[in-house]
Every structure is written in C-alpha cells, then in structure tokens.
C-alpha cells in the first residue's frame, strides 16, 4: 500500500505527531488489546487443529488462517508503520474499515469452521 499522500513537509510533521499522539491514546490500547485477543484466538485455532491432526479442507484454509494472524499483527503495527511511511488520517479511516472486516471474517470462521 501506499502512503506516501502529504503535499508539503508541514503535513508530513503533524501527520506523524498525530500518530505519536494515537499511540499513546487510551482507546489506541483499547484497539490493540483486542487486536492481541484476536491475535491468540486465533493462533490457538491454528496450533489446536495442528497439534489435533485435524486437516484442513484445503490449503486455502491453512492459508486463510495465517492471514488473519498476520493481517492483525500489522493492523496493530499501523500507526508506526504509517509514520515511517508518511501517513494521512485518511489511511486511519481505512484501517478502521479493515479492522470492521477482520473482526466480521473471525466471526464468521469462528461460526462455521471450528464447530464441528
């Protein structure tokens, strides 16, 4: 993905003194305590059907599984990669969305995958 969206230097600056600042705010850890939850929900999920033997229907599966874990781990990630990469708070916005997405899809594979 790109973020490289700030038309001058001044932008540049406070785009990432918001992020310094997003960090450090109290619904910021709110966020990524839930992000780690589902980090382990899911990790656990991949571990149980491993250590179980219990196949996956297909790779894709498997596959599906990782990029959950590792979509959350960068979703947790995203304020200071942003600032490296020079962020606006319009990439926060789509975060948001993808964050909407991700808790939708455990739902969803919570639901029809692992209750069998």
């Known amino acids: ?36 939850l589902n980090i382990e929900y899911f990790s656990e999920q991949l571990k149980h059907r491993i250590e179980l ?5 297909n790779l894709e599966q498997l596959y ?9 781990k960068q979703m947790k990630d995203l304020p200071k990669t942003l600032a490296r990469e020079r962020f ?4 926060m916005l789509i975060a948001a969305d993808e ?5 939708i ?5 919570h639901n029809t ?3 069998k």
């Not at 850890?29 to 839930?34: P, Q, Y």
């Open 64 to 72: 599906a599984l990782q990029d959950r874990i590792d979509d959350l």
């Open 99 to 103: 964050a909407a997405y991700l808790f």
């Open 1 to 36: 993905m790109k973020y490289d969206i700030f038309e001058n230097d001044k932008d540049k600056t406070e785009g990432r003194k918001a992020l310094k600042e997003l960090v450090e705010h109290p619904g910021w850890k709110l966020i990524t305590r839930a992000l780690d």
């Open 105 to 109: 899809y455990k739902e969803q594979l």
């Open 113 to 115: 995958t692992f209750q």
């Open 88 to 91: 606006c708070m319009l990439a």
């Open 53 to 57: 033997k219990r196949d996956f229907e």
